[in-house]
């Protein structure tokens, strides 16, 4: 069960936040080098990978990390710990599960649990629900990517979670990243046989036969 304070936990909240911003900081150093977009790059994936395990053991310990545990800001680091965890497929099933709980009680928003859905589904290779995930498309645009489930009826399941309307959002990111170093890559489809090749070699999807 997780623990409820009436204060946060001052340590396990410095912890969280410390973990997040080695994550971002590092995203920004390999950004800036133009190197952080060729594929998975081997010193994301390790601080990644390290943070999985920390946090893993932080749950067994306290259950989901919550607002009322943790306080808000280290409640949407440890989310976004998860949500970077891509290489963790039993972590991230999990801790949907656990959000979800978090998300019904109030000690987490019901967004974080939609974006978590949808970056499970799209590892998975399956049809998204909110259209929160992101990827290049063959024109070279920022686009959502897997396609959306029942898409005419999206801006009303992003409603429902507090997500702003998808046209928005989309807009958004493409002008963010018209901001930075990421450019759409030369061979899309060999970009997306490279993430299916990688999915299936971290268990999202099942090896070919």
């Known amino acids: 069960m997780q623990?409820?304070?009436?204060?946060?936990?001052?340590?396990?909240?410095?912890?969280?936040?410390a973990m997040l911003e080695e994550d971002l900081s590092v995203r920004e150093e390999l950004a800036a080098e133009g190197s952080l977009f060729d594929g998975y790059h081997p010193r994301m994936q390790a601080v990644h990978r390290r943070n999985a395990a920390r946090l893993s053991e932080l749950i067994e310990q306290y259950g989901w990390p919550g607002r009322g545990l943790v306080g808000d800001d280290a409640a949407r680091a440890a989310w976004m710990i998860v949500q970077h965890a891509i290489s963790e497929p039993d972590l991230q099933r999990r801790v949907l599960v656990l959000i979800k709980?978090?998300?019904?009680?109030?000690?987490?928003?019901?967004?974080?649990?939609?974006?978590?859905?949808?970056?499970?589904?799209?590892l998975e290779g399956k049809l998204q629900v909110y259209g929160t995930q992101f990827d290049w498309d063959e024109q070279g645009?920022?686009?959502?990517?897997?396609a959306i489930e029942n898409p005419e009826?999206?801006?009303?399941?992003?409603?429902?979670?507090?997500?702003?309307?998808?046209?928005e959002d989309t807009r958004r990111r493409r002008a963010a990243v018209a901001q930075s170093n990421e450019k759409p890559p030369a061979d899309?489809?060999?970009?997306?046989?490279q993430a299916d090749e990688w999915a299936r070699?971290?268990?999202?999807?099942?090896?070919?036969d």
Do not use: C, T
């Open 3 to 17: 623990a409820h304070l009436r204060q946060p936990d001052e340590n396990l909240r410095r912890e969280l936040l």
């Open 101 to 122: 709980g978090a998300a019904a009680s109030g000690e987490a928003p019901l967004w974080q649990a939609a974006m978590l859905e949808d970056r499970i589904r799209g």
């Open 141 to 146: 645009e920022m686009s959502p990517y897997p």
């Open 153 to 167: 009826q999206v801006d009303e399941r992003r409603r429902e979670v507090g997500l702003g309307p998808l046209e």
């Open 188 to 193: 899309i489809g060999a970009r997306r046989k």
């Open 201 to 208: 070699s971290v268990g999202w999807r099942k090896q070919k």
